[in-house]
């Protein structure tokens, strides 16, 4: 709907459209500016007043004869609005985007268009280093929940011309900002008109969580593949990193982490602490954490077999028994272990600072002991959980770590239901639900092994070394 030129119905029309009279943040200011009527809206706490004290002060300087010079709101921005940016609109429904959005907005008597001007001071807090996404060596700054610091974040550290930011609004009434990131010449287009037109057919009234509401909405979920569709990051070093690979970043405003399209499993083998050392020792080190971290996913499975099997093996493996006397099913025992090791994390996360670590490392060392004195549980399994959970801290994606441990129960019960086969028949489940996984673009989860792309897979096993550019005239 466009604006009228009278001030009065604009006003009216402001009005309409937002609670004036009930929310206190929603602020109106009358003003005069040349002898012409003139109103100020804002949302108070998203101005910075520094900057819109300077501005209405050089309004009030325009005299009667300056404003009559004026004959549009680009002539009257031009003229007397200078320092930050600023644009003119027409249509009513655009405006209250822009003021719910903490854009300032000045309507004129006698001008239709609305000035929206962009002095937004949004609460942000300091960058830090990701508590999940830690390195050794390296930058220890982090994405925080407002989205322009984390634009700038990325742009600092690729400042090139082809880099891009695409702004849209997705729900009806958060209207959130999401943006898109790529490097124009890196990107494969056919990729980024996909993301672009499943993003603008997204709808939906809120992105409530943010970033993992626009993954639910964007990709279309299957109940039974635990496995991430999307890798998520905190990291702008690993942003950027994915952007000059060609990989597009998808941005949420009030969202600490982007998301990084398109994904596949082996994008989860990396870390960017194999970057900061030398190829050799960087290869080495995401050779013992994936090892580390999969062999969580066979553990106490092929333990569980062997144990039922026990009487077939070779003398010099029988240390693998347990020669305690079992009160609890050694599979009840596992599972078990699996839940109360979440229990312990969830109860980390929700406890004070000040106590957490104490008490999660008490309360783990005091339950394990009383459950082997009380004959709940063996010492075994609890060796074999506790190297689990210290192992799945290798891998920095709480999404994926999580889909092996899904993977991991599901091998436990099919062990101790079907013995040999059961194990083997899990480990098939676990390759097809892989190698059907669909990412956002439909396209293989397993790639570059399927199709096989031999330069592509090589990044992901050998730390890769930087590439210099040879000048043409060499």
Not at 17 to 46: M, N, Q
Not at 52 to 78: C, Q, R
Not at 410 to 432: A, R
Request: glycine residues 4%; contains cysteine.
């Amino acid at each position: 709907m466009p604006l009228p030129t009278s001030i009065k119905e604009k006003e009216k029309l402001m009005h309409e459209a937002l609670p004036f009279e009930k929310s206190f943040d929603a602020v109106e200011r009358t003003l005069i500016i040349g002898e012409k009527s003139a109103r100020l809206y804002f949302l108070d706490g998203f101005v910075n007043g520094a900057i819109l004290d300077k501005i209405l002060a050089n309004f009030i300087k325009v005299t009667k004869e300056d404003m009559e010079k004026v004959s549009s709101s680009d002539e009257f921005m031009s003229r007397f609005v200078s320092g930050t940016e600023a644009v003119a609109e027409k249509e009513l429904e655009q405006v209250v985007t822009y003021f719910l959005s903490g854009f300032t907005i000045i309507m004129i008597d006698g001008l239709s268009d609305a000035i929206v001007l962009d002095i937004r001071d949004y609460p942000a807090r300091e960058t830090q280093e990701p508590e999940k996404e830690k390195v050794m060596r390296g930058a220890r700054d982090g994405f925080v929940e407002t989205m322009i610091a984390n634009c700038a974040l990325i742009r600092r550290r690729i400042r090139d011309p082809q880099f891009i930011y695409e702004l849209m609004c997705i729900g009806r009434r958060s209207r959130s900002d999401v943006a898109v990131a790529y490097i124009g010449d890196l990107v494969d287009e056919k990729t980024l008109s996909t993301i672009r037109k499943k993003l603008s057919s997204i709808d939906t009234h809120a992105l409530t969580m943010s970033l993992q509401s626009l993954a639910e909405c964007l990709i279309r979920q299957r109940w039974y593949n635990p496995f991430p569709k999307v890798r998520m990051t905190e990291r702008p070093d690993v942003a950027a990193a994915s952007l000059l690979e060609g990989n597009i970043i998808i941005m949420v405003d009030t969202s600490p982490s982007v998301m990084i399209l398109p994904t596949s499993v082996f994008e989860f083998l990396q870390e960017p602490g194999d970057f900061y050392f030398s190829p050799f020792v960087g290869t080495y080190l995401r050779f013992v954490r994936n090892v580390s971290f999969f062999s969580t996913l066979f553990l106490t499975p092929l333990w569980l077999l062997i144990l039922e099997n026990i009487d077939k093996l070779p003398k010099w493996m029988q240390f693998l028994a347990i020669r305690e006397e079992v009160f609890v099913p050694v599979v009840l025992q596992l599972l078990i272990l699996e839940a109360a090791v979440d229990v312990l994390r969830l109860a980390s996360v929700n406890t004070p600072s000040m106590l957490g670590n104490s008490l999660s490392i008490i309360g783990a060392l005091l339950l394990g002991d009383f459950a082997v004195k009380a004959g709940w549980l063996n010492s075994d399994p609890i060796l074999y959980m506790s190297f689990i959970s210290i192992a799945s801290f290798a891998q920095p994606s709480i999404e994926f770590n999580y889909s092996l441990k899904v993977m991991r129960i599901v091998l436990l019960l099919l062990t101790y239901i079907f013995n040999l086969w059961g194990f083997i028949g899990g480990l098939i489940l676990c390759v097809v639900l892989v190698a059907t996984n669909k990412t956002v673009m439909g396209t293989g989860y397993l790639y570059p092994l399927i199709p096989f792309n031999w330069d592509a897979l090589k990044k992901f096993i050998i730390r890769p070394k930087i590439q210099m550019k040879k000048n043409k005239g060499n």
